[in-house]
């Protein structure tokens, strides 16, 4: 009976994972649309430094440029908040696998 509860628990954990899973995909996909579209303006750090430099671009719009290149290998190493919940229900599922073989 237990073992029965744990593999629904489990089917309901994996239900969840590939919903986040998509919505992680989705994430890197738009960060990615957002890294290409600046990196044809600025290739790199020094190329962003240099525009603010010559007055290109001012102090909050330098910082944002540099957030979004950041936040983007925060998302691609699953560190942003849906990538840490996709590690979490990885975890459950794992646990839950050994769970349900100790019932056997």
């Not at 979004?68 to 794992?94: C, H, P, R, W």
Request: no cysteine; charged share 40%; net charge neutral.
């Amino acid at each position: 009976m237990n073992k029965k509860a744990l593999e629904m628990y489990k089917a309901e954990l994996e239900k969840l994972k590939t919903k986040y899973e998509k919505k992680l995909n989705t994430e890197i996909e738009k960060h990615n649309k957002k890294i290409e579209e600046l990196k044809n303006d600025y290739p790199d750090i020094k190329s962003i430094d240099e525009a603010y430099g010559y007055g290109i671009i001012t102090s909050s719009k330098r910082d944002k440029i540099i957030e979004i290149f950041d936040n983007f290998e925060a998302v691609k190493n699953y560190q942003s908040a849906t990538g840490k919940l996709v590690v979490m229900l990885e975890n459950d599922i794992k646990a839950i696998e050994i769970n349900i073989r100790m019932e056997e």
